[in-house]
């Protein structure tokens, strides 16, 4: 598959998100307003953040008790035990604790930091009280964006998720993808020739977390973030694939 | 800093490099191919593969005689014991040694699988004979194509010298900046205000890797690969740095 021209066009004017908004109808909107119908092959990129407050993902930490485990790792840690408890809440193992860092392996399989849980990009009003949570299934949440949009416009888009996430040996943040549909998240190019024609050696190729790293350039941060992307130009021949295929499984982790 | 559309622009016809190839000619004549004339903060990804082919970093592994080391780590890894000692001889510690599997830090800090080594996409010759090392000092190498285009063009574009790896929890590989120039490779946002006025938690960006991952998307891998992609449409503020300052120091390692 030959990739031409691609182009990631950010789409502005989306509103502050609030639980139980109609997120698939806000995209649409702002697609309206950048005047881009979507085409097939064309991949919404979607902040965490925004599928989070739509779906009502805040927890009140105000009300949390923290367990003794929770008071133990934020005495290392550094930060609110109501917070440490909401982020073990989210979490079925701990990798590393250390001054500002708590890694841990989610319910969802995923390898971050504080189990994907941020204080930022809320509202004033929540300084120290709320926490957002990532999407419950955050495929099944892609899946149903792609249906709306499908819908819409009688066509076959793909959706990816993203988050922002550091790495293990690298510093600086890099997008990821969290959830995905109607994309082949782990592409499987094992046995495509290479420009020899010999076999390719390793050929995962981690598409939607590629997508999301391209599409959270533009996204930027802070002040000025746009939540969602539109990118538009890339093909693929595999098959889809959510982005839970992107989960190293644990019996092959050699880092933990 | 806000950003606007972003278009990724693959550079077609670039001839197999050879050892001692001008690459920066042959980026211009592969430029005005595509009738691209670089702009201020265009930036350029070229893959590692074609520096090092430039810069003949070819290494004949049939002469090579394997250190006892060499040989032990070939058992476990189960790959040729002269590979191992071509990975060893470019790296200052291994990480992990597993069946097919040998992660190392390298001379230059990055800790990758096989030292950044690979066998795949070089001539049908060297089946088995050659192999192929990183650029030397690919932020060299990077400054040095900038040097060249700008020279050409009067302008200041970025370059980052792209390779594809895995990643310690996640399957499938990703782009990553190994060399830049001209870019805020980490780009240092913390202290910027989030949508809410409050201080950003986290953000230092790994841009260079990110540009990276959005390229090595539009390059593809074997038969169809591009090794050069132009990146219109970024815009940044920061300082340059280097691909370097994305390295995260040893002391700071969680995971070795």
């Known amino acids: 598959v030959g990739q031409s021209r691609v182009t990631i066009t950010p789409l502005d004017g989306l509103p502050q998100v609030q639980p139980g908004d109609d997120l698939g109808a806000l995209l649409i909107a702002a697609l309206e307003r950048a005047e881009m119908t979507p085409q097939d092959q064309d991949i919404l990129v979607v902040t965490q953040k925004i599928v989070s407050k739509a779906e009502n993902r805040y927890l009140d930490i105000a009300a949390i008790e923290p367990s003794q485990r929770a008071n133990e790792l934020a005495k290392i840690v550094g930060k609110d035990p109501r917070l440490i408890e909401a982020v073990l809440s989210q979490s ?37 009280r709320r926490v957002l949570l990532l999407p419950e299934d955050p495929d099944a949440s892609a899946a149903l964006l792609k249906a709306h949009i499908d819908r819409r416009y009688g066509v076959s ?100």
Chains 1, 2 share one sequence.
Request: no cysteine.
């Open 92 to 128: 079925v193992d701990v990798l590393r604790a250390r001054p500002n860092v708590l890694i841990v392996e989610t319910k969802l399989g995923q390898v971050m930091a504080n189990a994907g849980i941020d204080q930022s990009n809320l509202d004033a009003t929540d300084h120290g």
């Open 157 to 256: 888009v793909g959706v990816v998720i993203s988050d922002s996430v550091g790495r293990a040996w690298r510093l600086g943040t890099v997008g990821l993808a969290i959830g995905a549909a109607g994309v082949p998240s782990l592409w499987d190019r094992r046995g495509e020739p290479d420009l020899s024609g010999r076999k390719l050696e390793v050929t995962e190729v981690g598409f939607a977390d590629a997508a999301a790293s391209a599409a959270v350039l533009v996204m930027g941060e802070g002040a000025e973030g746009r939540p969602a992307v539109l990118v538009r130009g890339l093909r693929w021949t595999a098959p889809d694939a959510p982005a839970r295929a992107l989960l190293r499984p644990k019996a092959a982790d050699m880092f933990r």
